[in-house]
């Protein structure tokens, strides 16, 4: 079964920084393109950051020039670094992405989100 497991997440004060990870498991190959999405309470989920296969990646305006994703594809994790973070950065965040299974088929998968709150 294949599982993408979030961890980082926590309280920490405007200005400080926090690493989320997204490890995929199972039986898997490898990943594919991954993202990082977030909910904030009474709003729609939305796309911080993504990183394609070939390490392209492409952020939210919002979080441009403070959060850095990046990948280890032998580790099959993707990370979300995040700096100069805001009360406004407060939300549930999730790691979405592909995954390639031993099967050599592929699938999208959501993470269980790990909380960040940012404390003014």
């Known amino acids: 079964q294949v599982q993408l497991v979030e961890s980082g997440g926590g309280l920490v004060q405007a200005g400080g920084s926090l690493r989320l990870s997204c490890v995929a498991s199972g039986s898997i190959l490898g990943i594919g393109d991954m993202g990082w999405y977030r909910q904030a309470p009474g709003k729609q989920r939305e796309l911080v950051a993504q990183t394609t296969s070939d390490g392209n990646t492409n952020y939210a305006d919002s979080v441009k020039g403070r959060f850095t994703i990046s990948r280890d594809n032998a580790k099959n994790t993707v990370y979300l670094q995040m700096n100069s973070l805001k009360p406004e950065d407060t939300a549930v965040y999730y790691c979405?992405?592909?995954?390639?299974?031993?099967?050599?088929?592929?699938?999208?998968?959501w993470g269980q989100g790990t909380q960040v709150t940012v404390s003014s």
């Open positions: 979405n992405g592909y995954i390639i299974k031993r099967n050599f088929r592929g699938s999208a998968y």
